[in-house]
C-alpha cells in the first residue's frame, strides 16, 4: 500500500485539537504588552532627568550599589522597531575607536546610546547585552534600555573580554556574579523574559571563575580568571541549566552540545563525522570562501557544503572570522582584508550562497598612529 | 475606548475558537508532536494577541498566527534541548493525545519527523498543506528558491529513508503491467 503526505495531511485533520486555554493566552500576551509598556514609560520618565542632571546622572551610574534601571534610549530611528521575527537574530556590533569604552551600539536597524560607556558587546536574539569597565551589565533590545546584572568588579585588567557569554541562538546570557565574595555564582539571566533564570552558587569562585561558552541551556566554564572561551576547555564544569548540576565538559561534549543545537558547522571530512563548532574561520579565494587550513566546512543544519561567494572587491588571502548567528541560514563574518586591523561585516547566506558587506570598517584616522580604528564586532563571539 | 477594547476582546476570542482548530493542524505537521503544537498554538496565539490592534482582520491575524507557528516551530529544535531532556523511562502516558489516530509505527510519519526543522516544515507545507512555493516562503520566511531548496533535500532523504513504499512528489512512477495488444 502507498501513502501520500497529502493523506497524511488528511488523516491529521482526524486528529481532535487541544482546546486553547483562552486564560493563559491573554496572560502570556498581558505580559508581553506590560513588559513593552514598562520600558516605554521608563524610558520616557528618565527622558527628563537626563535632561535635568545630564552627567550626575552617568556619574551615579558608576556606582556599584545601584539597582538595575531602566534608561532612555537615544535612537536614530524615530518608528518603534517591529518585533523580530522569531528564531531571527538582528546584527548587533559597536565601534570601538582605538580601543576605548563607547556608549553607542547597533542592534539591527537601531541605534542605541546606553547610559555609561561599554567594552564588551554580546548578542542574543532580543538585542544586545553590554559591560562597562565597571562591571555593570546592560540590555537594550533597541529601544529600552535595562540594567540586568553585574559582575561585581572592574573589568580594566580583562582586555580580553568574555566574561559576559551569550549563546549563539536563543535568550540566554551567563556571568559570574562576584559582587558578595562570600557567595560568588554563575547567573543566567533570559533576555525575552527579562529575569534571572538560574543563580547557582560556586563558593570555589571566590576569587574569580570565567564563563567560556553558553550553548543550549548548558554554561561551560572554568576555574580560571583567564577566560579562554571555546579554545581551552581543560577542566572545565559545564552547569546545566535542566538540571541544575555540574559535570565535566570538553571538546567532545561541545561538539555534542553544539550538534544539539542545530545551528552552526561542521568541520572536517564529512558532514558526520566532522567537528560540530559555532565558529571557524575563512580566507577568500578566487570570489570564494575556503574553509580554515583548507578544510571542508559543511552548515550543521543541512550537512551541505558551504559554498559561498564573496564581494568581488576581497582580495584572495583576506580572512575572515565567523562572528555571529542571525537564524539557521545566516551567519555574520568580520574581516575582509589581509591584514587583521579592518573589521567589516558580511552577513552570509547560505541559500543564496553569497556573502555581502553589512557594515564597513570605519575610516578615521586616530592620533599619533596613522592606522585605522577598529571596529570591534563582540569579543565574545570573536573567542567563540 | 473601553468600548474598542472590548470589541477588540471579544473579536480575538471569537477568532481563537475559530481558527484554533486549523492553526493547531498546522503546528502538528511542523513540529510532529501534540503536546509541543499545542504549546506551540498558545504561544503564538499570545504574539497574536499582542499584535491584535493592528490586525483585526481574521484573514490578517491567521496569516500572522500561522507565520509566528512556523518560524517558532523552526527554532524551538534548538531550545528543546534546553526544556526537554532525553530519558530511558517513558513517562506514564495517561490520556490519549489524539495523534493515536496516526499508526505508531507510521513510516512516513516518523521519517518526517526526522528531518531537520526547515526541511520538515517545507515539506509539509508544501504537501501536505498543499501550498504554493510563494505562500510557503512567506510562511517561512524567507525565499521561493530556499523553499525550493529545502524542499529538494527533504524529499530526498524521505525518498531514500522510505523507498518506492511512499508515493512522494517528483517519485518516478510505479512499474505498470505489461500491456498485451
Redesign the interface.
Known amino acids: 500500500m502507498t501513502t501520500s503526505l497529502r493523506d497524511l495531511g488528511r488523516r491529521l485533520d482526524d486528529v481532535v485539537p487541544p482546546e486553547v486555554d483562552l486564560a493563559d493566552v491573554v496572560r502570556r500576551g498581558e505580559l508581553r504588552l506590560r513588559r513593552r509598556r514598562a520600558g516605554v514609560v521608563a524610558g520616557a520618565a528618565a527622558a527628563v532627568v537626563l535632561a535635568v542632571t545630564g552627567a550626575a546622572v552617568v556619574t551615579r551610574h558608576d556606582d556599584h550599589a545601584a539597582p538595575p534601571v531602566v534608561e532612555l534610549p537615544h535612537r536614530t530611528d524615530p518608528n518603534p522597531a517591529p518585533a523580530p521575527a522569531p528564531a531571527q537574530r538582528r546584527l548587533v556590533y559597536a565601534d570601538l575607536y582605538d580601543g576605548r569604552p563607547t556608549t553607542r551600539v547597533h542592534v539591527g536597524s537601531s541605534t542605541v546610546d546606553m547610559p555609561v560607556p561599554f567594552q564588551w558587546l554580546d548578542a542574543t536574539d532580543d538585542g544586545a547585552v553590554v559591560t562597562t569597565q565597571s562591571g555593570r551589565i546592560f540590555f537594550t533590545d533597541g529601544g529600552s534600555i535595562t540594567e540586568i546584572g553585574t559582575l561585581g568588579f572592574r573589568t580594566e585588567t580583562y582586555r580580553s573580554g568574555g566574561l559576559v557569554r551569550a549563546g549563539h541562538t536563543g535568550s540566554l546570557v551567563t556571568w559570574f556574579d562576584s559582587s558578595d565574595p562570600k557567595t560568588p555564582a554563575l547567573v543566567v539571566y533570559d533576555t525575552s523574559e527579562l529575569r534571572v533564570v538560574a543563580r547557582h552558587p560556586v563558593p570555589r569562585c571566590k576569587y574569580l571563575c570565567s564563563t567560556q561558552v553558553l550553548v543550549g541551556g548548558r554554561v561551560y566554564w572554568s576555574d580560571s580568571w583567564i577566560a579562554y572561551g571555546n579554545t581551552d576547555l581543560r577542566g572545565a564544569s559545564v552547569f546545566d541549566l535542566s538540571t541544575g548540576t555540574d559535570s565535566p565538559g570538553d571538546a567532545e561534549t561541545l561538539a555534542a552540545d553544539v550538534r544539539a543545537t542545530g545551528r552552526g558547522v561542521v568541520v572536517g571530512r564529512t558532514a558526520d563525522s566532522g567537528t560540530a563548532m559555532l565558529s571557524t574561520t575563512f580566507t577568500a579565494d578566487h570570489g570564494r570562501l575556503v574553509g580554515d587550513q583548507g578544510r571542508a566546512t559543511y552548515d550543521l543544519a543541512t550537512g551541505e557544503a558551504l559554498e559561498l561567494r564573496v564581494p568581488d572587491d576581497i582580495v584572495d588571502g583576506a580572512g575572515f572570522d565567523l562572528v555571529q548567528w542571525l537564524d539557521d541560514n545566516r551567519f555574520v563574518l568580520r574581516g575582509g582584508a589581509l591584514d587583521g586591523y579592518v573589521d567589516n561585516l558580511f552577513v552570509c547566506d547560505n541559500d543564496r550562497g553569497t556573502c555581502r558587506q553589512a557594515a564597513p570598517s570605519v575610516r578615521v584616522l586616530p592620533d599619533g598612529y596613522g592606522g585605522e580604528p577598529r571596529r570591534i564586532v563582540n569579543d565574545r563571539i570573536v573567542n567563540m | 475606548m473601553a468600548a474598542r477594547r472590548e470589541q477588540d476582546a471579544a473579536a480575538f476570542?471569537e477568532f481563537?475558537?475559530g481558527r484554533?482548530?486549523a492553526l493547531?493542524?498546522t503546528a502538528?505537521?511542523v513540529v510532529g508532536d501534540?503536546q509541543l503544537a499545542?504549546d506551540l498554538?498558545?504561544?503564538s496565539?499570545?504574539?497574536?494577541?499582542?499584535?491584535w490592534p493592528r490586525l483585526r482582520e481574521v484573514a490578517n491575524a491567521e496569516a500572522y498566527t500561522r507565520?509566528?507557528i512556523v518560524?517558532?516551530a523552526?527554532?524551538w529544535?534548538?531550545?528543546r534541548?534546553?526544556?526537554?531532556?532525553p530519558t530511558d523511562l517513558l513517562p506514564d502516558p495517561g490520556v490519549p493525545d489524539?495523534?493515536s489516530?496516526?499508526d505508531e509505527h507510521?513510516a512516513?510519519?516518523g521519517a518526517?519527523r526526522s528531518l531537520?526543522?526547515?526541511?520538515r516544515a517545507a515539506?509539509?507545507l508544501r504537501?501536505?498543506?498543499?501550498l504554493p512555493e510563494a505562500r510557503t516562503a512567506e510562511l517561512m520566511?524567507?525565499?521561493v528558491?530556499?523553499i525550493k531548496?529545502h524542499t529538494s533535500?527533504g524529499l530526498t532523504k524521505l525518498r531514500t529513508r522510505l523507498g518506492?513504499?511512499?508515493?512522494?512528489?517528483g517519485s518516478p512512477p510505479?512499474d505498470q503491467p505489461a500491456v498485451i495488444a
Do not use: N
Open positions: 476570542s481563537v475558537a484554533s482548530g493547531f493542524r502538528l505537521l501534540y499545542q498554538v498558545q504561544e496565539l499570545a504574539r497574536t494577541y499582542v499584535a507565520r509566528v518560524t517558532t523552526i527554532s529544535r534548538r531550545r534541548s534546553f526544556h526537554e531532556r489524539g495523534t489516530l496516526l507510521d512516513l510519519w518526517l531537520p526543522p526547515r526541511q515539506v509539509v504537501f501536505c498543506e498543499d520566511g524567507c525565499s528558491g530556499s531548496r533535500l518506492p513504499t511512499v508515493d512522494l512528489p510505479p
